[in-house]
Each structure stands twice: as structure tokens, then as C-alpha cells.
């Protein structure tokens, strides 16, 4: 299993069975083996770019909440990947299929879409910093395992360069880093024993409801 | 049909199909004619006391985002209104039904009610005053309306006490003043002509997407 | 000393030479022997109208960032006791001096003004819902021990109606209710020895920040 | 006069005398012929560093308030030039000074200083993208203006570097990038008249409240 850290590894424990229901969902495996419709991939795009702008809004207000220029740092370089580098991708490939920026800026947002932008947004602005990393953190290594774990079970090249963008060692980098800043914000707010403070369950429960808006996220690209 | 002010009725307008989708959703017609199963309604509530929960902090932002102190308490009587009246009823029919306060607040938030709540603070958050008034104005106007139609067209006395919530005085005051707020709060930043203004559009895509969210929620009611 | 709860008493100590700075400072005395000008009281009176606009906005602030519904309700209610009843006092005293409302509300803020009001807006925006708590809780509580303090030790009637309001029964309640909140705000997040988690100290700065800003604002109302 | 585009223009026209206040502050002039004191001088960039934290956690707000991609895009690359540009020189000559990252960092913040920072971040959550860019701009702008009066009118090299720093291409593109990028967000939103929009006032007075606070900071400069 990747190792993003230990706050990551014990959300992902306390997640249970949606963990797995997310990271080996039917699409997923669809992916891996390439029996995806190219049509769900397309569409699934389309929102995935439309989450991406939400998602770096996200970080944009963790750079609001950080309490180390350290913290602002690292949040604010993820910003800058997320709106530059990893929607790069959803732009090129979409490019191909004909659809433009512009058509991807005006889709309209499904609902499953809407549900995990805004919970994690509003995680940040109803909490403090460590509410926010919660809720993002699903989303960052979630993907970041599922990229791992395609490259190397795949059996189809149909959406190799989707895996390869989250396999790659940018990706995965921005994974260690990111687990890196959650133990350090984890330990400055919380201290060495952070399972005992109070505020841990509502950490936990911020993850694995995000979690849970990934599998539906998932299930909105098999609806197509 | 209801006169909640100009803007209301001109955002209405503008959502076409998806408000009465939401006001004549067959959830409300269920309602109406009484055949709406027990089960589906308390399951309906006890999201619905979460709903306003959130909602309620919904209208907290809007005093935080007022210009005018006559905003500010309006805006500040909203949440004294759903968080120690509206409430109510949801606490008084679960208490029914052998389910407590804390029952309601530690039940699971569904996708569909964290979409639509979540969807409403972040449009305060990422914009203005009439953002966040355009993302409320589906749920407390169109409430409002089939208040009134059901009060008018039931069938049955099965929901009575929902519809008279609705159908009352006290809320249909609500109405009007909300559409009063909203109507001077548009005068006030878009002047005479707010029609003609660009941000026109982005207001209607707003009340739109929180209209579409809306028939979201009874869908998620009929589900179970 | 007034007794508004266990966090408050131990964060007043952590503020050091701040707390008497603010609750014994020169302008504090001159309302309690009368000799404070008139005019140096009116100016200070329209500042505090504005600043009870943010503070006003602050707790509601709060209403978004609560984690139950007794904290919802109780900052609630602090909205609206600020906004409708404490503002009152300032609207009547201003009235008598020729001042009506829209002119309080079109007067220039003074930087001290912007400087403590948005500081505590801006400790709930980076923060959670504790170091809101903390930096409102200087002007609320302070206030409370300069009334209780002035209306035994007053040698004047000149400024009798302004200690009244603070020394009276509905504030000293509002003091004490907050102080309960705060309490178990801490508890709920901190668990039972609070001043151990990292946090504390950076709570006590909060409070000490705020405590500092309040000593601006009465360095203000001297300036004229 | 240096061109920053025409909305710039006008909320500098409007900000009446405080804009020369601002811009011509005795602290400037002080930079341009070499008398202000080595020790003002670095209190003040103590100051300006924490200055710079909060006005990039202000345009990270402001990527969370955009509307478009491009707008995101620039906001963050802001975000990015202040937190790792501009601040080096702060850090650097700080350093020759004997003063540590960590010093400035745990520095006092000055209540001018807060009344600042907090103000621009509170104009953004407040109101909306305008509102946040038109409390930012003063700063962004008037240092552009220095920089280059400065680097043409100095009988000095005491001061070259700050100078240099501001009157660069580096600088001088970046308040170019800012003022194309408010002049598209005013039009976008206000339309081809925004001077006759109901909300026009209140910007300009967004602008000059901020430039106001501006003519602080270079006091407490002063004041050491």
C-alpha cells in the first residue's frame, strides 16, 4: 500500500469500507482494464475538470487558514499544480475529442459534482485548517493510489495516459508532500497523541465523508 | 399564484421547467393527496431538520455579507426564525415518531441534502449579498407556494400539519418579506434596470442550479 | 472579580498588563467620575455604533462555524441581542444629541475601529469556531467587569445610563451565557485540560490580540 | 503618471488627497533622499513581511472568489509572486540585519498593520471579487507608482534595493497584469458603464478606505 504518511493511514482505517468501495470502484476497474465507454471517460472529464477548478479553490482558502508560511507555502504551490499542471491534462485530452475550454467552463455541474466541491469548501470555512486537509485529502491520495496500483495491474493502454498522470512521479510527489503537511499541521494543532484529542472523530468523519462523495463521484461518470 | 416580489417572480421565470419539477414534484403531490408513505416523510424530516441546520447557517453568512442594517435584520431574524420555529415542527413530528433531537442531528447527511446546502453557502462565499439571496430565495419562496396550493387543492389531512406549517401566517409573512429584502437588496446594487446588468444571468443560473437541487432533495425523499 | 467561567478567568491572567490596561483605562475612569467630555463620549458612541455592525456580523459569523445546535442558538441570540437591544442604547443616546441613525451609519470608522473589528472577522475566517470565541470574548466579558466595576464605584450620574446597560441584568446574563459557551466550547474540542494542547497558546494570543485592539479603541475615544 | 489601466485611474481620482497622502508619505520620501533612519527602516520591513503573509492569504481569498480560469490563474500566480518573490528582499535584508525568518515571523503585528490586512481580507469575504481587488489595489498600485518616482528622482543609493525591487520589470508587470485583470473583472460584472452603477460609489470608497489605511502603515513607519 502507498505510504502518504500516518494521519493519512489512519483516515483511510477509519474510512472502512468506503475506502476500498472508492478506490476499487467499477470505473476504476474500467480504467485498468480499458472496458470504459470512451463516451462515460468524456463526460467523466468534463466534471472532473469543473471539480478541479472547485478543488483549487479549496486549497486557495487553505492558503487562508495556514498558520506557517510553511503551510502557505506547500498549499499554494498545490493550487498552482492543480490549475496549471493537472488540468492540463482534462484540456489535452478533452482538445482531442473536440471540446474546447470554454465548452468545459460552461458544462453544467452535476449534482454528485456539486455535493463534494462544496462540502469540502465548506468544511474549510465552517472548521479550521485540519477540517479542511480532512476533507481534501481523499481526493489527493485516493487518486494517488489508484494511479500506483493501475500502472502496474493494467491490462489495457486505452487510458494510459490518464494512469500516467497520476502514477508519475509529480503526482505522486505532491502525494508525499501533502501527507507530509497534514502530520505537521496534525502535530502542531493536536500534539503527539492526536487519536486521544476530541476533535479526532470529527476529523475522521470529514474523511470518510468525503470519501463517500468519491464513490458517488464515480458512480455519476458510470451514469454517464 | 404567490406574489413574492419582482425579482422572485423574474428568476422564476427564468428557471423554466426545473420550478415546477421542484413545486409539483411528485413528493409534494404525495403530500397533497395524502399517499405519501409514513416512512418516506419521516425519512424526508429527518434530513430536512439537517437541511435547515445548514440552512441556517446559510442566513448567518447573509448578515455577516449585509451592506444596510435593515439587511442585517432581516437576515438575523431568518435564522431566529428556522433555528427556534420551523425547527420546530420537524423536532415535535419525529418526537412522534420516537426520535429525538439527537437522533435528527446525528443522523447520516445524504449526497443530495449536502449538495443543495453546501451549493447555498458556498454562493455567499464566493460572491455577494445577492449571490447567497438568489441561492436561498428556491427553498423559502417555493415552500411558500406549495404551502398555499396544498392548503388549497389536499385531499387528505394525513400531512395537514406540514402543509399549515407553510400554508400560515407566520411563514407566508416570511415570504413576503424575503421578497421584499431581495427586491431592495437588487435595487440597491443593480439599480433600476438589474435585468440589463451582467450579472444578471449569473443571479438566474443561481436560483436555477438551487432550483435544480431542490427537485434533487424530493427525489432523495422518494428513495428513501 | 466577576466569575464568567473557567476559560475566560484563565485566558484574562494570559493577557497580563493588557486586561487593566483596557478595563481601568483613562477613558474607563472618566465615565466613572463624569469628567469624560461630552463630546469625547458622542464620538466614541458613533464609533461603537459601527463597531457593534461587526460585532453584530462576528457572532453571526458564528452562527456558521458552531458545531451544535445549542452553540447555533445561544450565538444566535447574541445577533440579535446586539443588533436590536445594546445598539438601542447608542440609536437613543446619539438621538438625544441631534445624531439620527443613518448618520451613525454613514460616520468614518477610525483605523483602531477597522483595526479590532475586522481582526476578530478575520480570527473566525482563519480559525475555527474557538478562536472566534477568543477574540470576541475581550469585549464582551470586559465590558460586563467595567460595569459591574463602575456602577459600585461610580462618583457621577453623567454617564449613569452607559453603566447601567453593562452592569445591568440581560448584559451580566449575556456575560455569563457566553462564558458558558466558551466553556464548553473548549471542552467539546480540547477535552478536559485544555491549557495542555498546542492550541492554548495560541488561543491565549488570540485573546491577548483582541485585549490590545480594545486598549486602541479606548486610546481612540480619548483622541476625539 | 503610470498607466494601470482605467479603472485604476479613476478609484485613484477618487480616493481625492489621500492618494498623494499615500504616495508621497513623508516615510517615501525619506526612501528617495536616504535620511529616514536604518532603524525605521527595518521595523518597517518587520512589518511588511507580516504585512505580506495576510495580503497573500487576500489574493488566495481572492482565487476562491473568481469567476473565470484566467482570473484564478492570475490571482494565484499573485499569490505565488508575493509568498516567494517579493518577500525575499524582506527575508534578505532582514538577514544582513541579524534578523532571522522565525524573528520576523513571531514579530508583534502593529494594530496599523492589522487594520490593514484585516480590512482587505474582510472586504473580500464581505462583498465580493470587486470588492476584494479594489481594497487590494492601493497597495499593489502606489508601491508600482513609488518604485518607478523613486527609482528616477533619488538623490540616494541608501534605499536602492527596496527602490529597484518596486521599480522592476519584474514588479511593474505584475501592477500591468493587475490593473488589465481589474478592468476586465469591473467589466465583466458592471458592464460598459460601471461608473453609473449603484455600486460603483462603494467601491471607490473600498479603495480609498484601504489607501487611508495605506497613509497609517507609513506613520507607524514613521513612529518606529
Known amino acids: 500500500m502507498t505510504d502518504y504518511g500516518t494521519t493519512f ?27 470504459l465507454p470512451r ?18 479553490r479549496a486549497w486557495a482558502l487553505a492558503v487562508t487558514k495556514a498558520d506557517t508560511v510553511d503551510e502557505m507555502r506547500l498549499a499554494a504551490g498545490t493550487v ?35 455535493a463534494y466541491t462544496r462540502y469540502v469548501l465548506d468544511a474549510g470555512h465552517a472548521g479550521d485548517f485540519l477540517d479542511l486537509l480532512a476533507a481534501l485529502a481523499p481526493c489527493v491520495m485516493g487518486y494517488g493510489e489508484i494511479g500506483v496500483r493501475l500502472a502496474s495491474q493494467k491490462t489495457s493502454d486505452t487510458y494510459a495516459d490518464w494512469i ?25 494543532r493536536l500534539g503527539d497523541a492526536p487519536a486521544a484529542s476530541p476533535r479526532w472523530s470529527h476529523l475522521c468523519h470529514r474523511f470518510r465523508t468525503a470519501t463517500r462523495l468519491e464513490v458517488g463521484f464515480w458512480d455519476m461518470g458510470l451514469e454517464g
Chains 1, 2, 3, 4 share one sequence.
Do not use: M
Request: glycine share 6%; aromatic share 12%; proline share 2%.
Open 9 to 35: 493511514a489512519a483516515w483511510r482505517a477509519a474510512a472502512g469500507d468506503h475506502w476500498p468501495a472508492y478506490t476499487h470502484h467499477a470505473f476504476v476497474e474500467g480504467l485498468c482494464d480499458g472496458i
Open 39 to 56: 463516451k462515460a471517460f468524456l463526460d467523466y472529464l468534463v466534471q472532473d475538470y469543473l471539480f478541479l477548478i472547485h478543488f483549487s
Open 80 to 114: 498552482n499544480a492543480l490549475i496549471n499542471d493537472e488540468i492540463a491534462l482534462h484540456i489535452r485530452t478533452c482538445a482531442a475529442a473536440g471540446l474546447s475550454e470554454s465548452d468545459l467552463f460552461e458544462a453544467q455541474e452535476k449534482p454528485q459534482n456539486i
Open 164 to 188: 500516467a498522470t497520476y502514477a508519475g512521479a509529480d503526482y505522486q510527489q505532491l502525494c508525499h508532500d501533502v501527507g507530509g503537511l497534514i502530520d505537521a499541521a496534525v502535530a502542531r
